[in-house]
């Protein structure tokens, strides 16, 4: 009982902090908001236990990634006067429709997935799941390829950020 | 639950390319501002030489294996797409050092990226499960994007990169999202296993016959019978009736985020801006290597994952969805390509237009219910397309220079008379393009072409459209023509205007004349290489049909990964 409550006030958080974002008129109240969104996704995957993923969620996503967002709208130091209001293109109402209907198969498709099959049972998990130590354990053996590839990745992203932004070659 | 065997020489290629691009990052630091960093291209060509030297003789041929338990497949298919993406990245490497030193950006970064995004492609290739699959695929896009914006003091550049770039962001998070439901549709990451949740419980539940245990599940017990993790099969007790329409739209959304890799109508829009205003040799770069990557990796995706068993067949569509990108690349492609004065724009329209050719092939894989020997014209025709394209942007990267760029067919006018060889390459280049013999693109074409006729003459419904397709095809690809010839006509028939700046570093000219050898010499004795494209195609592993499935030795694939009990 008490976790459909908790489900509901996350979900429903979720979903209004995101309309909230696309509706605010200043760029850095739609940046607070998206930051209000992720803690409630983070606090709907404490609910599914997968417990890190929800601290990383907070740290990387609320943290870190929202500071480097407020930053650039700092820099980039947007005028209200400079804020258009929008109009509504015919590519917009196109995009409005496509949107719409892939939201539509999309929901249609997960609500035809959870009505038929049979997931997971809460109690057959272990009580390590989702926590650090089974991921990392994962990280290292099973997933050992894709994360040492990840290091080539940031590698990769951090030499084309400078190649990109530095002053002169 | 034992740790899979660490297999390091397997990866051996991706790890080469990794360090050379480490190697140049360290020397550029050690470099005085005003130095010529040409001689950092001759280490990236010893380094791509050396990747696909070890990718050829480290590992034994004709043996395929899953490697880092089951995460890549070193095979055959794998091996010869490595010495592809290697060519195109020494070729690169050769072609960029005069074009660098001419716009002001001879820095060592460009060399260094190009490895780290061959690196990527090696792994796409090799990818047998998704999240390596996107990791690689990462690497590959992100120095590219980087790439793409190299010589930032041009405005085109900065627009090509970010367009690129973005664009790219888009299609990333919908391969994830497309990821993330097949995920969740399947309780897997690993393409085999994928495509055995197709073949097997997805498609039976499709039909009712919900009860019938699925290979997966089954894998599962036996895996937990060796002491793996029991309760992986209360994970994949997750795939029945219910999951089909969430597997198709996560499988549709991957062939989305493919299909704008490799530029198909209608994800090509950024192709024509990107490659307009990157850097010449990036763009010949990304035209070619990107592209084949993408289509290599689709190829593999698909003909594992996707068309395995009942799946394939087309009873949920892909063949259609494979039949409308086709058309519509091919169409669209060599239609658009005939309007326009930007040599580098008509060049990303034609690109698009082999894309569409290459998915001809995927269509006739489809058809055949996935018999994938129909896709070894493919390998071929990759071979073909990415040495021509390369040779092309070479040709103009070589002949322009800052503030006399080389961008319009008026630019080359009389080239062929001023510099006789390198207007005769050009020929080559675009003969091959326009797939004429003795050219190495005509027999590509041609062996794709023939797939798709072998496949309609099984018959079956849809063989009428099929061979519709092959119609179209060539009757676009005669239209085609037209443009190829009109850089012909510009070289041979015009007045010359333009002088070519003597320039100390002339292995750009070698370059091109290694394409225009390989395109003919491709053309011309096409025997060796079409054999050994028919072979990296039969050996490609991890098919649930194929000769080449996993060995008993091999761990089985480990689905989801996830661990509940330990």
Redesign the interface.
Known sequence: MAETIFFIVFALGALGFSAAVLIAKNPINSAVMLVCSFFCLAGIYVMLSATFMAVIQILVYAGAIMVLFIFVLMLLNIRDDEIEAPRLSIHQGIAILAGTGIFF??A???A??????????HD???D??GTVE?IG??LI??????FE??A??L???I??????AKKR? | ?G??A?DILS?LP?AVA?SFG?LI?LLEVFQRQTASRSYLAGIAVVGFLLTAFVSGSFLPTGTARA???G??WIDGYTQIFTSLFCLAGALTAMIAPRYLQEH????G?FY??LL??V??MI?MVAAA?L??FF??L??MS??V??LA??T??SKLSSEA?FKYFVLGAFASAILLYGIA?VY??TGTTNLAAIGQAFGGDVARGATGDAAAMSTLAQNAIVAAARGADV?VA??I??????????A??GATLILIAFSFKIAAVPFHMWAPDAYTGAPTPVVGFMAAAVKAAGVAALFRVVSVALFSDSFRGGEYGWVQIFFALALLSMVVGNLVALVQGNIKRMLAYSSVAHAGYMLVAFTAVGFRGGDISMGSGLVFYLFAYTIATIGAFGVLSWLGSRGMPCDNFEDLDGVGYRYPWIGLAMSIFMLSAAGIPPAAGFIGKFLVFKSAVAASAAGGPGSGLLIFLVVTGILVSVAGVYYYLRVIVHLYMKKATREVPEMPYGAARWAIVICAVLTLALGVLPGKLVNSSEQAVGQMAGRADGVYQQSAEAPLP?PG?I????
């Open positions: 198969t999309i249609l498709s997960i035809a997935w959870s009505g038929s099959s049979s997931r997971v049972a057959t998990m272990s390590t799941f089974p354990d994962q053996t099973s997933y050992v390829l894709p590839m990840a080539i990745l590698l990769v992203g030499v084309g950020a400078v190649v990109v070659f | 639950m740790n899979p660490f990866i991706f990794c480490m990052l490697t880092f338990g995460m890549a002001g950006a001879d820095r970064e260094a990226l780290f995004s690196a990527g792994m499960d999240v390596v990791v690689a990462e690497i992100i120095a994007y980087a914006a190299y930032r003091r990169g439901l969740g549709a309760s209360a994970v007790g997750n795939t029945g009736a219910g999951a089909v329409p969430l198709i739209l480990t990964g661990r509940l009990i330990r």
